[in-house]
């Protein structure tokens, strides 16, 4: 019984296929339809590195890391202090607020 219930229900399916038409495409519907994907694919494409968004985050972040470094004077070298007394003027100052000496300088 289960046999000529599922043959006949096969042959309902396959018939139902006898009504179908093929549908028709408007004339030039594909050529219109790549030149479409075309243009959207060409508009979305950002022209340069430094416009897409992950590379502006990125380098925001960066500057932002650097100033909080820079800032915090994790990274860099400690200035001298300045409790010493200052006389001295011209160029033996700046040598001395700059640490140079004589074998610094090349002449």
């Known amino acids: 019984m289960k046999k000529e219930t599922a043959n006949k229900r096969t042959q309902e399916i396959l018939n139902s296929f006898d009504g179908i038409q093929t549908s028709e495409v408007p004339p030039f ?3 219109r339809l790549k030149a ?3 243009r959207e ?3 979305s494409k950002p022209t340069a590195l430094f416009q897409r968004p992950a590379f502006l ?3 925001l972040s960066v500057v932002l890391i650097m ?3 820079f800032l915090s004077g994790v990274g860099g070298q400690k200035m001298p202090s300045t409790n010493r007394p200052i ?3 011209g160029i033996q100052a ?3 607020a700059y640490d140079l000496n004589g074998s610094s300088i090349y002449e």
């Open 41 to 43: 694919a060409e508009e």
């Open 36 to 38: 479409r994907m075309q």
């Open 29 to 31: 519907f594909y050529t």
């Open 94 to 96: 700046f040598a001395d």
């Open 87 to 89: 006389n001295k003027t």
């Open 67 to 69: 100033n909080i470094i």
């Open 57 to 59: 985050v990125l380098s």
